[in-house]
């Protein structure tokens, strides 16, 4: 069965600064691995899918990476501002099967 | 498209009552997934259909729990009876298939759930 693990479970920074998320998986026969953000009592909103065959995706500030062989993704935010605050999950997909990690909530303080 | 619709959006309910989750994908999508997420247990994966047939049924916690998906534009996720542990936020989320499996996720707002 598929385990993802997100490290850390929760990060607190400066606006500004550039920072790293990182998402690991126990199985690397993945279709794709998708970046979603979730405030607070509300639903997740994707934010990068990155298929299997793909090193990375960006959009604007957000750059994804994906290391399938050891089962590895990062998200990087880049100059982080306030209103980046909010629980950020990767998901891989195998089949019609995803699965999620647990989080990790971000605050960026002004 | 208006995404994917989920109802209702609050449900406060006593134990032993039946609950009824509905939820309407984007046109067009052929997967759908529902997800139960606790502070405890975060998104767990309940069941998910792939053109309208139940895939895998696995994360259905108890006989309680029962889902349909009669048609490519409705699902229902029922609870029977209820009990204060079912207590949660309830997503639905529809995807592409698209031809390797390789369709975006996209969910709905969720429906909170209280059972008292």
């Known amino acids: 069965k598929q385990e993802v693990t997100q490290i850390p479970a929760a990060l607190s920074v400066p606006e500004g600064e550039n920072l790293v998320l990182n998402c690991s998986f126990t199985d690397s026969a993945i279709y794709n691995l998708q970046w979603f953000r979730q405030d607070p009592g509300k639903g997740l909103t994707s934010l990068l899918l990155?298929?299997?065959?793909?090193r990375e995706q960006t959009s604007g500030r957000l750059n994804a990476s994906l290391d399938k062989s050891s089962g590895r993704s990062t998200l990087y935010i880049a100059a982080s501002q306030p209103g980046d605050s909010a629980t950020y999950l990767c998901?891989?997909?195998?089949?019609?099967?995803?699965?999620f990690g647990a989080g990790t909530r971000l605050t960026v303080k002004p | 498209d208006a995404g994917v619709i989920q109802s209702p959006r609050h449900e406060v309910t006593e134990m032993g009552q039946e609950v009824t989750l509905r939820c309407k994908p984007i046109s067009g999508h052929n997967s759908l997934f529902w997800y139960r997420q606790t502070m405890m247990r975060g998104l767990e994966l309940l069941i998910y259909f792939n053109n309208n047939v139940p895939i895998d049924d696995s994360g259905m916690p108890e006989d309680r729990f029962s889902a349909k998906m009669p048609n490519a534009s409705f699902s229902t996720l029922k609870i029977q009876p209820s009990e204060p542990r079912d207590s949660a936020v309830y997503f639905c989320?529809?995807?592409?298939?698209?031809?390797?499996?390789?369709?975006?996720?996209?969910f709905g707002e969720g429906s909170r759930l209280t059972v008292l």
């Open positions: 990155i298929q299997s065959s793909q």
């Open positions: 998901a891989v997909r195998r089949n019609n099967d995803m699965r």
């Open positions: 989320a529809s995807s592409p298939q698209g031809a390797v499996n390789t369709g975006e996720l996209f």
